[in-house]
């Protein structure tokens, strides 16, 4: 499980718990003036309901509080996803991929390093783990999407853009990702593999594959 998805569980959860605390504080309002006007105004043997008019200073206070609620409610969305979708500074490596029909090439800029996958063959994605990983994802042809189910992170690959963001994930995760966006006829055979290991051993991976690069071997 990636270790920035507990924080953005924690931004997420605070995010929720907000909608929640002013949802029930409206439900509340509104069933309890419902339940006032149905027992005040209720009609009586003989008597005759009255229209009720001139609350305008009642209904502009509504109206400014609903106001607010949205106010709140928007800033606090926003802040929550500029924490999440953050990117650091100096990340400890960036990979290039690029999505096509129908697999996935996964290219580590300065080593030579390039893995690149088809129906038949599954590429693998392999990070270093607990650092922040530089993702740059686009697009040879059609809309695809980067998904990865246990890391709950998904992003869209669009041809001639480059959408940027940084995943960090524990060491030892093996896992399996997919393409979420309908593309085309091998849609459903467009998977990956995501492999994650510490730091030095992500070093030694990267030494072994770009002697295989250079010597012509497949990466």
């Not at 929550?80 to 650091?88: G, H, K, P, Q, Y």
């Not at 996935?104 to 129906?119: E, L, M, S």
């Not at 072994?208 to 990466?219: I, M």
Request: hydrophobic share 45%; with cysteine; charged share 20%.
């Amino acid at each position: 499980m990636a270790l920035a998805l507990e924080t953005n569980r924690q931004d997420f959860q605070g995010l929720f718990t907000l909608y929640m605390i002013i949802a029930g504080v409206v439900a509340a309002l509104v069933l309890g003036t419902m339940a006032y006007a149905i027992i005040r105004y209720r009609r009586r043997d003989g008597a005759t309901a009255k229209e009720v008019r001139g609350l305008k200073p009642l209904e502009g206070a509504w109206i400014a509080v609903i106001a607010v609620i949205v106010v709140v409610l928007l800033v606090s969305t926003f802040r929550t996803e500029d924490r999440v979708v953050a990117i650091s500074g100096d990340p400890a490596q960036t990979v290039r991929v690029h999505a096509f029909q129908w697999g996935w090439r996964f290219a580590y800029p300065g080593t030579g390093i390039a893995i690149t996958g088809n129906r038949r063959r599954l590429p693998t994605l392999v990070m270093p783990a607990e650092v922040p990983v530089r993702i740059e994802l686009t697009s040879r042809d059609v809309i695809h999407s980067f998904w990865v189910p246990e890391l709950r992170f998904k992003r869209d690959a669009f041809p001639d853009r480059t959408t940027t963001f940084d995943l960090v994930v524990d060491p030892g995760v093996t896992t399996t990702g997919r393409c979420a966006e309908f593309c085309g006829l091998d849609h459903d055979n467009m998977d990956f593999q995501v492999v994650s290991m510490p730091q030095s051993e992500f070093e030694r991976w990267l030494r072994s594959h770009e002697r295989r690069s250079a010597s012509g071997g497949a990466a």
